[in-house]
């Protein structure tokens, strides 16, 4: 059984770099190669630990003892990403298509934000984004086959996207009905000071969220209420059963042999399939 061609991204697909150029392309975007590998985990380590420090950020306490330590920190890691982001760009053989990529969008925002932040105050608590850098490790462990089962959920999830936009066209046309009867049964004196407002309360309710912060008060508002919640326990399994009935059709779709009947010309058989099942015609002729 002869190996599995190593998938190469088309920015890094063309003519040969100089030496020291294919020399860093190997460490930065291989992983075969023992500096390759520490150079990914190395990554992986410091993106984790940006994050870490992003969050710590957050906190009240921590903010207000380590301040100093933290602010350096994450320029720091902010400094080393977008070292490492320029020299993505250097050793890539097609730059602006790897800018373009989802990994090059993803690197670019892992530092972004911590310049917008010296212009809009808040912005840098973006950097969190840095931990979708980590898709990463699934190529640096070898989890290949983890990202096949994540091409299958896509696939299911596009697949189905006709169905949901029927299924989210009717409940938006359901909180629009509703709301505007709440409006007109409670008004504003219950709370419903607008249609929007009370379809917002339609779409908490039928959710089965319920916030609380506005509630019917007549008994009339409060049965429509009631006829809303329990359509909301039926509704709120609809694009589950969607979703899981195109996974369902993409595994078995995928479990198929794409091999033509010479016959009929028919496709999509079972793999240990002898004849066609369409024609009864046998396949290896």
């Known amino acids: 059984m002869t190996a599995k061609p ?27 190669t023992a500096a390759g590998r520490r150079f990914d985990i190395a990554l992986i380590v410091a993106i984790l630990l940006s994050i870490v420090v992003v969050m710590l950020d957050s906190v009240a306490d921590f ?16 400094g080393l990403f977008t070292l490492e982001y320029a020299l993505r760009l250097i050793c890539v053989r097609r730059p602006w298509l790897y800018a373009r990529s ?30 979708l850098r980590l898709l990463r490790i699934f190529r640096v462990l070898k989890l290949s086959e983890y ?7 896509v696939v299911a999830l596009v697949n189905s996207v006709r169905k949901i936009t ?15 009867l709440m409006y007109v049964v409670e008004g504003p004196a219950a709370g419903f000071t607008s249609i929007p407002k009370a379809v917002y309360w339609a779409i908490v309710t039928i959710t089965t969220v319920g916030y609380g912060d506005i509630a019917p008060k007549t008994p009339f508002g409060q049965m429509i209420a009631s006829t809303i919640m ?53 396949l290896d002729e």
């Open 6 to 32: 190593k998938r190469q991204h088309r920015y890094n697909q063309g003519t040969t770099l100089s030496a020291w150029r294919e020399a860093l392309n190997q460490i930065v975007f291989g992983s075969e």
């Open 63 to 78: 903010q207000q003892r380590y301040a100093t330590a933290l602010f350096w920190a994450e320029w720091l890691f902010t």
């Open 102 to 131: 989802f990994f090059g969008i993803v690197d670019l925002l892992s530092i972004l934000p911590a310049y917008l932040g010296l212009l809009l105050p808040g912005a840098e608590y973006m950097l969190t984004l840095r931990i």
């Open 147 to 153: 990202l096949e089962e994540a091409d299958i959920l």
């Open 166 to 180: 029927v299924f989210l066209y009717a409940v938006l046309t359901l909180v629009v009905v509703f709301g505007t």
């Open 230 to 282: 329990i359509m909301g326990y039926g509704i709120i399994a609809v694009p589950t059963g969607i979703y899981s009935a195109e996974l369902l059709n993409t595994r078995k779709n995928q479990n198929l042999d794409n091999r033509a009947c010479p016959d009929c010309g028919a496709a999509s058989h079972d793999f240990d399939a002898a004849h066609c099942k369409y024609c009864g015609h046998r």
